[in-house]
């Protein structure tokens, strides 16, 4: 049941080709670069100010895992074209040093660059921004604007600054879906699904041109629980009343309207903001509370995250003799095969559990699924080699960010333990294929297709031909078996009866707390606590162990390469050198980009799919 993926293949190969002929001009590009900032940065070390402010500016979407190939990710940003990404851990890590750094007196967010941040991202960093004010400093937030995921780490911070032409912009969580069924009416395009589970939803963009009663009721539910933890967080932080924020959203055309326009008034009125301020008054501010930059060029004394992580991350080398709990990321959506991070190909996630359970120093695994699910055979082939690390004795518990569905879920559930954020989308427990036939648009173009077959299935899957009897019946009868292979595998790891789980799966997606109440999920935590919770299962005591992210090795040449494009990147980063964007614009090509990944991966053998369609921004 492959050649319904003939289509998308054919389309993957051409893009392969223009793919390749790019990254060898990369390439050489990228060896231009290197040469010209060689002698700019070779053997400059960085150095950390006897009193500093630590800028934390991160430059677009905050994800688990960086997508893509490393080369290609550095020469993107180099070149301006690149997809922004910043590593969650990154900045957690940063702050947590700066915590105990006594070079380091305050912490200042600048958030105008930071893009799409999953609900618990954020409040993983809002956490580490907790650990610094625990310490004594101050954490400082200043902003031309603010939208709703910068503003949710600007609350946290002690001050919140404003500039007197911006704005605090926040209008709540949507899910919001593009329908294609009079296009591909139009086109004469049939798109042929199968599926079980009335949420099953990802389909629905197919064969509706909007969302269904079910879809709505449900993501009705879980959206409102988001919103309420965004409610809850940011209102007290700020110390404003619980349904303060909802009413800002909910007012804010006639709160702008009743203060001439200016928005800024509206944040600082409302107790959003604690005062205007332009980015020269904020300069002095700062100079009074970390003194000025050595040199006397009128700027604070300050260093960014990229460099400072830099600095201290020049530490020994590891103690591979020592207990550790290995880190495995789960990013992006599973698909079958090899696939670069931000990807989940099932033989690639594989073998880094397979890795991890012959590694001796070893000794317990933590899952960080971030997945809407894909490949019914590939999340097959996780699973195997993740039930074959618990049989070698070595416990495992998956820690669930922001997206842990279908496929995402299907990986996690046999774990000794499930943590989740309590805004995890999770769940979506149900099966779809989908199998596109083009007969009636080439009939129109005058263009027809006929012959003969040896069996009575000859040409039944052919896209250029209605799909036959046969091969409906197959798809069905294949659909309904994964679907309750699934159910089957949600009973037997979290020990229910077969209806228990059938009732509360049919594709419905769950929030991470109703999942816990569903026992779908263990623990409500972050992964912090999911890798204490795996030491305390392996009988490591604390602090005797450490903490190993296990990633796929590279070549030696292409980790050197890689290695040092990404310290080119951060050194432009550093110094301030970015290129102008279009962050309206971005996000719209992201969209387009993330529906051709979801069809370009869509190359499960049996076109079965365990996935979500559960994008929210």
């Known amino acids: 049941m492959s050649k319904p993926n003939v289509f998308v293949r054919f389309l993957g190969g051409i893009w392969q080709v223009l793919n390749t002929l790019r990254r060898v001009l990369h390439l050489l590009l990228l060896l231009v670069i290197f040469g010209l900032l060689l002698v700019g940065m070779v053997g400059t070390p960085v150095r950390v100010p006897s009193s500093a402010a630590l800028i934390l500016d991160p430059e677009g979407e905050l994800v688990e895992q960086l997508a893509g190939d490393p080369l290609e990710r550095a020469l993107g940003e180099l070149q301006g074209d690149g997809v922004r990404q910043v590593l969650v851990q990154d900045l957690v890590e940063s702050l947590e040093a700066a915590a105990t750094d006594d070079r380091i007196k305050a912490v200042v967010l600048r958030l105008e660059l930071l893009d799409a941040a999953g609900l618990p991202r954020l409040q993983a960093v809002a956490a580490a921004l907790g650990k610094v004010r625990e310490a004594g400093k101050k954490v400082i937030a200043i902003g031309d604007s603010f939208d709703q995921g910068q503003y949710y780490l600007a609350a946290h911070a002690d001050e919140v600054y404003l500039n007197d032409l911006g704005a605090v912009y926040v209008d709540g969580f949507g899910y919001y879906r593009t329908f294609f069924k009079s296009a591909l009416d ?63 959203a909910n007012e804010f055309a006639a709160r702008l309207q009743d203060a001439g326009g200016s928005a800024s008034r509206v944040a600082l009125e409302g107790g959003l903001v604690d005062k205007l301020m332009s980015r020269q008054e904020f300069r002095d501010h700062m100079i009074g509370v970390v003194g000025e930059m050595e040199g006397g060029d009128g700027e604070f004394s300050q260093i960014d995250y990229r460099s400072y992580l830099s600095a201290n991350r020049k530490t020994p080398a590891m103690d591979f003799s020592a207990d550790q709990v290995g880190v495995i990321v789960a990013s992006g959506q599973i698909v079958d095969g090899q696939a670069p991070p931000g990807t989940i190909g099932g033989d690639s996630l594989a073998a880094l559990v397979q890795q991890a359970a012959v590694d001796d120093a070893i000794k317990a695994v933590v899952l960080r699924v971030d997945s809407p699910g894909g490949s019914m ?3 097959e082939v996780v699973l195997d ?28 559930m046999f774990a000794d333990e499930i943590w989740a954020s309590e805004s995890t989308i999770t769940g979506s427990i149900g099966v779809g294929a989908l199998v596109p036939t083009f007969d009636r648009g080439l009939d129109a173009l005058g263009i027809h297709v006929d012959g003969i077959g040896t069996t009575e299935l000859s040409g039944q899957l052919r896209l250029d031909r209605p799909l036959g009897e046969d091969a409906r019946r197959i798809l069905d009868s294949s659909v309904q078996d994964a ?12 020990e229910m009866e077969f209806a228990q789980a059938d009732e509360i799966a049919r594709g419905r997606v769950w929030i991470g707390s109703d999942a816990q109440q569903l026992g779908l999920v263990d623990t409500i935590g972050d992964l912090s606590g999911a890798i204490d919770a795996a030491a305390g299962l392996a009988g490591l005591e604390s602090g005797a162990y450490g903490v190993e992210y296990l990633e796929p090795e590279l070549p030696f040449l292409a980790q050197l390469l890689r290695d040092y494009a990404i310290r080119v990147t951060n050194h432009l ?31 499960d053998p049996r076109g079965l799919y365990y996935l979500c369609g559960c994008d929210v921004r």
């Open 377 to 379: 055979f590939a999340s």
């Open 186 to 248: 139009k086109l004469r395009v049939d798109l042929n699904v199968f599926r079980v589970g009335e949420y099953k939803s990802f389909v629905e963009p197919f064969i509706r041109d909007d969302m269904s009663a079910e879809d709505k009721a449900a993501s009705r539910q879980w959206l409102q629980a988001m919103w309420t933890v965004y409610q809850r967080d940011v209102a007290g932080a700020r110390k404003l009343s619980a349904q303060f924020i909802d009413e800002y």
């Open 483 to 494: 679907y309750r292979i699934f159910v089957d595998r949600v009973a037997e790891a979290r």
């Open 385 to 412: 080699e993740l039930r074959a690390l618990q049989d070698a004795g070595k416990p495992l518990v998956v820690s669930m960010g922001t997206l842990a569905a279908s496929g995402g879920y299907y990986i996690s």
């Open 573 to 603: 980063a550093a110094t301030g050198l970015r290129l102008n964007r279009n962050r309206a614009l971005e996000g719209l090509l992201a969209t387009g980009e993330r529906q051709w990944t979801a069809l370009r991966d869509f190359n």
